[in-house]
């Protein structure tokens, strides 16, 4: 006899779930962990409830099948906020659980009692309570929104009463997909209109084209055309950094404006502006916008929007492009190069420049994955850190919170225990999320977690300046990181030039579980990196 926890844990799995992340209580949590351990599925504890979710959604980026976590009612639900907005505007499919009384006391009960639904509406794509009357029905509508477009988290609130009930027979499952049927393609007159004439149209690549289908179609469509193509942070890999046609990095920002300018038509394939800086948009060229879902926003002016089909209206693309377009690689080559050479800052010679620790990471640990944190840091990883493929560099880029590279990297490493990821943070980062140390330690999981130590958040620091005020409020402090990482169960070393570094990172690269690795920088450089990206 199963009981409906069981036919929750089987639903996660048929939805593609590979793993349960959480921080449990005593109710429905703890049945759930039981009917995961029953069906094989695996749970790990975080040690906090916006860590899981981070994890979990790491494995929904990387694998294109929801993640899962649970959480306790009250302060679980509450601290699971973070990971499901960040859910929501990275635009990941995450199936967020939370513990609820019975409804027979949650009206009579105060204690930890909160408006949980009414919480997570407005960051969820889809949000309900099960009951014992349409437990199995409640759970089809849940994973229909999950694993259907656009991806978003959704929250299911569980009473015990209910996961500890036997399972009623099962409701045939619908055989609709949730799914609007994709646009055929077709061209259209605003498309043909816009592209007329185009020699020297430039893609614009955003986090809905990291599907393979849609990567092997832009790559393609770059090399047999000629043209280059400037990702996203989230993007980072669908055109790889050492592609003839990587065009670089795509913030809204001032570093990537003399490429686009060559631009006679940019044409934007899953670029959702959640990922652009908070500017107007100020290019003049007219921009075609292809996703595979339709996106709610205004920031920037699209004269042909097409939703549905991407890999089809690329094609339809393609066939009203020129065979070749008139750019050439050695423009696209040389305004990659001068971005690059403008995010290496001239450093102290003795000191170690943030710049520095990414390209020496990135020659120790070649082709590795990595998440990045948010912070003055992240400038340089993403600038300096090649992706060979989507979803190389994971990022929290539309919520942009701290505390994320540590739990990102744990979820990207336990999908592929042999396979290690680096974790790049900032310190005040790390201090945010430092018990999932002790995750992957207990975990055992091939993780290089680099902290950019400097004792301050830098980035606030820089922007305190620019504002003319005096730096407050943004000191950390020091840390003894490898006394810390120790005591944790972590292999930690620290460095203070380059060759320390090399040598740390040659070294950790040897060990088999997480290693940590501080790199006392020099910050002095983030200020110019930040004014040539941004401007
Ligand atoms: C959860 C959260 N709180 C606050 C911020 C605002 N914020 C952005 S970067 C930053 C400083 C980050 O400091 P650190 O992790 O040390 O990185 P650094 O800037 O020094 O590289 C802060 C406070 C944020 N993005 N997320």
């Known amino acids: 006899m199963s009981l409906i926890a069981d036919q929750i844990i089987q639903h996660l799995s048929n939805a593609g779930v590979q793993r349960l992340f959480g921080m449990p209580g005593g109710g429905s949590p703890a049945d759930l962990i039981q009917a995961a351990a029953r069906a094989g599925l695996p749970f790990t504890l975080a040690q906090t409830e916006t860590a899981a979710a981070f994890m979990a959604s790491a494995q929904a980026e990387i694998t294109g099948k929801p993640g899962a976590c649970l959480a306790t009612l009250g302060p679980g639900a509450t601290a699971l906020m973070n990971g499901v907005a960040n859910a929501y505007l990275d635009r990941i499919p995450l199936i967020a659980i939370t513990d609820r009384y019975s409804p027979d006391i949650e009206h009579v009960m105060q204690h930890q009692t909160l408006p949980q639904a009414e919480l997570f ?79 020297r149209p430039l893609l614009l690549i955003g986090l809905g084209a990291r599907t393979q289908p849609i990567t092997l179609t832009i790559r393609a469509l770059c090399e047999r055309h000629g043209l280059p193509a400037l990702v996203t942070y989230k993007a980072k890999g669908v055109v790889p950094d050492d592609h003839p046609w990587f065009g670089g990095v795509l913030t809204n920002g001032a570093l990537e404006r003399p490429l686009i300018a060559r631009a006679d038509v940019l044409i934007a394939v899953g670029l959702d502006p959640v990922e652009l800086l908070p500017r107007p ?13 339709q996106l709610q926003q205004q920031q920037v002016p699209f004269a042909a929007d097409l939703v549905g089909d991407v890999v089809g209206w690329l094609e339809v693309i393609a066939s009203l492009l020129p065979a070749q377009c008139d750019w050439d690689p050695a423009t696209v080559a040389h305004a990659t190069r001068t971005q690059r050479d403008a995010m290496r800052p001239p450093a102290e010679a003795d000191r170690l420049a943030p710049h520095r620790v990414v390209e020496i990471a990135a020659q120790a640990w070649p082709g590795m994955r990595a998440t990045v944190d948010a912070g003055a840091h992240m400038f340089p990883v993403i600038a300096h850190w090649p992706a060979r493929e989507p979803n190389g ?51 055992n999981v091939p993780l290089r977690v680099v902290v950019f130590d400097d004792g301050n958040l830098s980035l606030i620091k820089i922007k305190q300046v620019q504002r003319g005020y005096h730096p407050d409020g943004v000191t950390l402090g020091a840390v003894d990181w490898v006394a810390l990482g120790d005591s944790l169960g972590l292999t930690a070393y620290r460095a203070r030039d380059e060759a320390q570094l090399a040598h740390c990172l040659s070294e950790a690269a040897t060990i088999p579980g997480p290693a940590l690795i501080a790199a006392e920088i020099d910050p002095q450089t983030y200020g110019p990196t930040l004014k040539a990206l941004r401007g």
Not at 179 to 188: H, K, L, M, W
Not at 281 to 288: C, L, S
Not at 395 to 419: D, R, V, W
């Open 393 to 443: 560099i994971l990022i929290s880029n539309g919520l942009a919170t701290m505390g994320f590279a540590l739990p990102a990297a744990i979820g990207a490493a336990l999908l592929a225990p042999t396979q290690p990821v680096a974790a790049f943070t900032g310190d005040g980062g790390l201090l945010m999320c430092l018990g999932e140390l002790r995750t992957a330690a207990r975990e």
């Open 281 to 293: 948009w100020t290019f003049p060229q007219p921009v075609v916008s292809v996703n595979a879902w």
């Open 121 to 199: 509406a407005p960051i969820t794509k889809w949000n309900g309570r099960l009951t014992l009357d349409d437990a199995e029905r409640t759970l089809q509508c849940a994973m229909q929104a999950a694993t259907g477009l656009p991806p978003a988290p959704v929250h299911l609130d569980i009473s015990a009463e209910v996961t500890d009930a036997l399972a009623p027979a099962l409701l045939p499952s619908p055989a609709a997909s949730p799914d609007p049927a994709p646009a055929a393609p077709a061209s259209i007159p605003a498309l043909e209109a816009t592209l007329r004439g185009a020699r």
